[in-house]
């Protein structure tokens, strides 16, 4: 098993992004498009595996297109909620029916312009299943979570005070309950659809991608994510309690709230125990996220295959890519952003040095040249416009 290696360096990168900065700056956005196609390029010929490297084949122009289409969108919204407000309110609901259709024709465009090796990357899928994966499942499943939500609220909210009966509370409890399931359900649900969708549906060369995977483990991974966000939620709330109730000299009277608010106010105690729930509610989320990722990874990485020879392995683990975004995100606020490239980078060789790609019973040498020669035969596809960012955990 071999592993990927990012070779690039944050001086390196740092010297691209100043200029796509500037340029951006002074063309008002206009060079927006050449910049990402400079900053993919950068990125992907810096990755290697087995003395091979990754290429983007994409140019601005190619890009510029759906910029200047999103531009105007964007434009002729702000410009119709002025003038009718009614169409203000209809218009962005017209708009959200075309997205599953812009994340197709992006995925098709950006397997199309990635390369390993000389060999191009293609996606195959229909139009159909994005409407269902990327639409259907989160509306439909959201809608259901809205519903519970509002109507476990109904029986509350008809009740004072002094009146709310243990069969509204009961009530009120599962409906949060049965929200919240249903919630970690159609997620784990949308999370497996789309990975399968994606992954399935891509070629390298005229090799398949096999996935194989379940909704209970994403289920399962999502239940994780809720439960350590909950737990840390509960224990900066306790936290909160004790800093503030420490700050109260005397104790705190109910006459004389405001003066007790600004004597804790002052105190040094309650300033450093504010800055820690702060930052203790954004590492909450990192941590959370930075769990759910590995995971996922993990088991996708493990579950596909390509054409049944080639296995994958990642070894990101939640705890050191939460110490990544941590010192990143530390490191781009104390240098004003500054720091960015080199954030950039540390993220993109952790995950890239996380990654392994094995072969069994070939030489994984010689199927990568068998590849090559089977994509000078059939020759190159180039075409499509738009480009959108999608990602998933992989």
């Known amino acids: 098993m071999k592993q990927i290696q990012f070779k690039g360096e944050g001086i390196e990168y740092f010297k691209i992004w100043i200029v796509n900065v500037l340029l951006c700056i002074v063309t008002i956005g206009i060079y927006y498009p050449w910049a990402k196609v400079r900053t993919r390029r950068y990125f992907y010929a810096n990755t290697e595996y087995a003395d091979r490297y990754f290429d983007y084949h994409a140019t601005g122009k190619q890009l510029f297109l759906g910029y200047l289409i999103g531009v105007l969108i964007l434009f002729f919204l702000n410009v119709v909620g002025a003038i009718l407000p009614v169409l203000a309110f209809i218009l962005p609901i017209v708009l959200f029916a075309f997205i599953p259709w812009i994340i197709w024709r992006s995925l098709k465009f950006n397997m199309r312009m990635t390369s390993f090796s000389n060999v191009r990357f293609s996606f195959k899928g229909i139009l159909k299943p994005v409407y269902i994966i990327y639409m259907l499942i989160p509306v439909l499943g959201y809608a259901v979570v809205a519903l519970l939500v509002f109507g476990s609220l109904i029986p509350m909210s008809s009740l004072d005070a002094n009146s709310i009966s243990g069969f509204a509370l009961i009530l009120f409890a599962v409906g949060i309950i049965a929200a919240i399931a249903i919630g970690i359900f159609v997620t784990g649900l949308f999370t497996k659809k789309a990975a399968e969708y994606q992954i399935s549906q891509t070629k390298f060369g005229q090799g398949d991608f096999i996935i194989n995977i379940n909704t209970e483990k994403f289920i399962k991974i999502q239940l994780k994510k809720m439960l350590i966000i909950i737990a840390s939620l509960l224990l900066l709330l306790i936290l909160s309690g004790l800093i503030f109730a420490s700050t109260m000299s005397g104790g705190l009277d109910l006459n004389n709230v405001s003066s007790d608010i600004e004597g804790a106010n002052a105190n040094p105690l309650f300033i450093v125990g504010f800055v ?82 094995a072969a069994s019973d070939i030489d994984i040498n010689n199927y990568l040249t068998q590849k090559e020669q089977e994509q000078s035969a059939i020759g190159e596809e180039i075409g499509d416009v738009l480009d959108v960012d999608i990602d998933i955990a992989i």
């Open 276 to 357: 820690i729930i702060y930052f203790g509610f954004i590492a909450t989320f990192l941590f959370a996220t930075a769990y759910s990722f590995s995971r996922q990874r993990q088991y996708l990485f493990e579950n596909t295959t390509l054409d049944k020879v080639i296995t994958f392995k990642s070894t990101v683990s939640a705890k050191s890519y939460f110490f990544i975004l941590v010192t990143n995100m530390l490191l781009v606020l104390f240098t004003i952003g500054l720091a960015l490239p080199w954030a950039k980078v540390r993220v993109a060789r952790y995950i890239a040095n996380n990654s392994w790609i």
